[in-house]
């Protein structure tokens, strides 16, 4: 389940990346070219929003009872935390990062139901969707973050 869990969590990346790209291009055509706001700008929105909030579930999980657990594992003895590079961006870093992005997401995703000139909707969407993006490529364990950080493009099965 754990394993399951992980591998879901490591794929959902790719989706939220194109539903998020998706939705600033989106956003900044329709500031830039005064569209209205339809119900396509809507769903890519609303779904950006609830592939963050699921990969958030599974982070959370992950974090608090997964194999190295804040939990269930907890810190391994005379490990500190802030001094610990793994620790420190799989406890601290990378959570902290993604609740910021995925809250950034949510606002985005909230521009869509209030009431002001489309053009406003899109601009200030894709605000917060382009620093929410921005935030999870640093977030992202990439493999170029070196041994003990960086994990595969792909989940290992
Ligand atoms: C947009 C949101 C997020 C993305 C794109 C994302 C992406 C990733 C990726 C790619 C991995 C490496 C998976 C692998 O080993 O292949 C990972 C691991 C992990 N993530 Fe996230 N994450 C997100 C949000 C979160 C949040 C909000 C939390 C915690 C509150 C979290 C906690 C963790 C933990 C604890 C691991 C390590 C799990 C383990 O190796 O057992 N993630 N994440």
Known sequence: M??????????LRWLILILLVLSILRSW???KQKKP????????????????????????????????????AGLPPGVELMKNDFFR?????????????IL???MGNGMAKKQIP?????KKAFWYFFIALILILVSIPWP??????????LPTM
């Not at 961006?89 to 992005?101: A, I, K, N, Q, R």
């Not at 973050?145 to 595969?152: F, L, P, V």
Request: hydrophobic share 50%.
């Open 2 to 11: 754990d394993n399951f869990l992980l591998i879901l969590h490591s794929l």
């Open 29 to 31: 055509n329709g500031w």
């Open 37 to 72: 706001f339809t119900a396509a700008d809507r769903k890519s929105y609303l779904f950006t929003m609830i592939c963050a909030h699921i990969t958030l579930l599974i982070g959370v999980y992950q974090l608090l009872f997964g194999r190295m657990g804040v939990i269930t």
């Open 89 to 101: 961006f799989y406890w601290v870093e990378h959570p902290f990062g993604m609740l910021v992005s």
């Open 104 to 106: 950034l997401i949510t």
């Open 118 to 122: 489309d053009e406003r909707k899109f």
């Open 144 to 153: 170029f973050r070196g041994q003990s950080i960086g994990r595969g493009l």
